[in-house]
């Protein structure tokens, strides 16, 4: 005789069912495991920094899903293939004249072994602790590269705004050490002109933004190259417009003019002239070019440097 409790009639076929759906909510536990780590990953890629918190929840409750449905399916009664086995077995008819059956008492029921819940929980428990590490690490090491990857990007627009300004420096200085620029491009030391005062304007701008080392702010960076920038511009206008106008009109004898201006400028930077005849040529310039050009300060400045260097030379001599 069976003395173990039977389940009602239809009771297994619903346990078997229950088992069933168990293992599809722990397949669906499983997968939503999978979403969250894919979607904490295409956030991160994507910078999307509110979906982190979605992907975090979505792992979190697969590993309660998938907890749960293990937790029910174990706790759930035997079903339909254990409680048939005890039915499938022959029962032997008890003689007539046999006594009657003693009685006997069920065994007392055994305390629930909660050993297998507490292992489930301590690896559900390890696996999150894993993963979170994992997040935590790839994170960490997304946001090294992400410095690394603009600190490379800052110095490189850092070191392209630069040049453009040396570019603009180099054609500048390179007209200013040119004395013959003044026949070619006299504009470019007028003031007055509005292309050549925004020139200055704009390279003085820049100047006062540069520095030698790469600023740690990216806003830095792009005003000092949109400055740059804005310089190389200002500088084409003016210096296309001043070869455009050259010397302007001039009569005939304005043009004379220019030519001994020139020739005694020729003179006045000869270092193999006589300082006599290099002050005399410089006294010409000045005083042909009195009204009819501007000769900047640079260029008197210039012929006079020679003009001592070439006088102490030949007292030492």
Request: proline share 5%; aromatic share 6%; with cysteine.
């Amino acid at each position: 005789m069976n003395n173990e409790p039977q389940l009602p009639e239809g009771a297994s076929t619903l346990i078997d069912v229950v088992r069933v759906v168990l293992w599809v909510v722990a397949l669906l536990g499983i997968g939503a495991i999978g979403i969250g780590v894919v979607q904490l990953g295409s956030d991160r890629f994507s910078r999307q920094q509110d979906g982190v918190g979605k992907g975090l929840a979505t792992i979190v409750g697969g590993f309660a899903t998938v907890f749960g449905a293990g937790l029910a399916g174990y706790i759930l009664p035997a079903g339909s293939d254990d409680a048939h086995d005890t039915t499938a077995q022959p029962v032997d008819t008890p003689p007539v004249d046999a006594a009657p059956p003693e009685t006997i008492a069920a065994p007392p029921s055994e305390p629930f072994d909660w050993t297998p819940v507490i292992w489930i929980a301590a690896v559900v428990a390890a696996l999150a602790v894993l993963a979170l590490a994992g997040y935590l690490i790839v994170r960490t090491r997304h946001r090294i590269l992400d410095r690394k990857a603009a600190a490379r990007t800052l110095t490189a627009d850092f070191a392209a705004a630069h040049a453009v300004y040396n570019d603009v420096a180099d054609r500048y200085a390179e007209y200013l050490a040119d004395p013959y620029a003044i026949f070619t491009r006299p504009l470019l030391d007028d003031l007055k002109d509005p292309r050549t005062a925004a020139f200055i304007t704009a390279f003085t701008d820049a100047g006062a933004l540069r520095t030698d080392t790469c600023p740690a702010s990216s806003e830095r960076v792009q005003t000092f190259a949109d400055a740059s920038r804005a310089a190389l511009t200002a500088w084409t206008t003016a210096d296309q417009h001043a070869r455009a106008i050259g010397m302007g009109v001039q009569t005939e004898d304005g043009k004379r003019a220019v030519r001994r201006i020139r020739s005694a400028l020729d003179l006045a930077l000869d270092n193999s002239a006589a300082a006599g005849e290099r002050e005399a040529a410089m006294a010409t310039v000045a005083r042909l070019s009195d009204g009819l050009m501007t000769v900047p300060d640079r260029i008197y400045a210039r012929a006079k440097t020679a003009i001592e260097t070439t006088t102490r030379k030949q007292l030492t001599s």
